[in-house]
């Protein structure tokens, strides 16, 4: 993990955060120390690799406790190699760190990211550190997937049943000053379903983590299969928190469908492998729901109880004003 400027307080901080995360684990040759690492990728299997930043500000603030920060910057690159049905091997973070940041902040940042790294088995193997205006964690994560096997965006064919795993809208509910404990932890400590995507690879014809709301998202895999979407606004599944929170709303389905953040699996399925990806969905602890259907044509089409299509608001944007 070199940083750019030599100084003694720039090493004394890469001891420091090396020092409580898991550097060693399978296929890692040599680790965190030299200029780069040295790894030894998996025989058989496709490497799969994804990179996400988290930066104060716009994906968190002050509310976030340090360790949340740290599980999150990771947790959200992990649900992408959920979304491939692929497993964890190794991960680098860059951290940027401003004048005058609390050495007891960055520690909290470190054991949060190696909770989160332990429990999902993967090491981190270098990285880098450099000064900056806000604070942020940029995060490449490595994993990799039996050849051939690997969950994608584009196979989703009309007749497929529309699943996704979970509750949606918690999340983006969490953000509220007053929102209940439960939709805060869904906010700052999101759960990959990576046992699910690897349960579901011989069962889903397609898959996407929903990162950017769940319409939104399942647009996306709707265009790079080149079908479209019927959902039904009743199926959504939603925490008893959620229903709480969106009580008397005049949108009660707008954080399900549009808010983002809940790192849920959107899975196609054909209707004959339902109940083999509902048992998949069981060993993994995790429940799945059908929400819809794959159509001819293209778009996402949202139904109301009364039959009736609903708007849909839009998804997040990344480069829209922040949130804090």
Known sequence: MPGPS???????????????????????RLGPGDDAALLQPPRGETLVATVDAVVEGVH?????TPGDIGWKALAVNLSDLA???ARPLWALVALGVPRGAAAARLRGIARGLGACARLHGLAVVGGNVT???????????LGAVARGRALRRDGARAGDLVLVSGTLGDAALGLAPDA??????RQRRPTPRLALGLGLRRLATAAIDLSDGLAQDLGHLCGASGVGATLRA?????SAAARAACAGRADPWGPAL???EDYELCVTVPPARVGAAMRAAERAGVSLTVIGEVTRGHGVRVLGPDGRTLPVGQGHDHLAPGRF
């Open 258 to 260: 549009s808010g983002g």
């Open 180 to 185: 209940a404990a439960s939709l805060r932890r």
């Open 131 to 141: 000064r900056a205006a806000e604070l942020s964690l940029t995060v490449t994560v």
């Open 60 to 64: 968190f603030d002050r509310r976030y």
């Open 83 to 85: 979304a491939m049905g």
């Open 234 to 238: 009743a199926d959504l599944p939603r």
């Open 6 to 28: 030599g100084s003694a307080g720039e090493f004394e901080l890469i001891a420091a955060f090396t020092g409580l995360l898991p550097t060693s684990g399978e296929g890692v």
